[in-house]
């Protein structure tokens, strides 16, 4: 069994940055690839990033290139970030940390390709 604890969500004004993080527990060893999605009220969830399990593959939404960075940890406490800079209103969402097994060993980029879900962490980007 694996949990995600999304964390670091909050109000910031346009052009300021956030960290979130997303600690893994359980058993670790189970997952692959991770995510971040994002959801606003009336929308499908949205892939903003993925990382491989080795780190060397990290994928991005087009709308968060050159903005956000993905990143993991694999040692010790299995974590992964996603560091949020030049923030606009449009990113105003929950935020949402994503595994999946360790059977699949793909970077998925898809909300319907991911096993295991964090209950997700708000970001308003507003004045």
């Known amino acids: 069994q694996v949990q995600l604890l999304e964390s670091g969500g909050g109000l910031v004004q346009p052009g300021g940055s956030l960290r979130l993080s997303c600690a893994v527990s359980?058993?670790?060893?189970?997952?692959?690839?991770m995510g971040w999605f994002r959801q606003v009220p009336g929308k499908e969830r949205e892939f903003v990033a993925s990382?491989?399990?080795?780190?060397?593959?990290?994928?991005y939404a087009d709308s968060v290139k050159g903005r956000f960075t993905i990143s993991r940890r694999n040692y010790g406490a299995m974590a992964a970030w996603l560091q949020m800079n030049n923030l606009k209103p449009e990113d105003t969402a929950v935020y949402y940390c994503?595994?999946?097994?360790?059977?699949?060993?793909?970077?998925?980029?898809?909300?319907?390709?991911?096993?295991?879900w964090g209950q997700g962490t708000q970001v308003t980007v507003s004045y």
């Open positions: 994503a595994a999946v097994k360790r059977t699949n060993w793909a970077v998925e980029t898809t909300a319907q390709k991911y096993d295991y």
């Open positions: 990382i491989s399990r080795s780190a060397t593959s990290t994928y």
């Open positions: 359980g058993s670790s060893d189970s997952i692959n690839a």
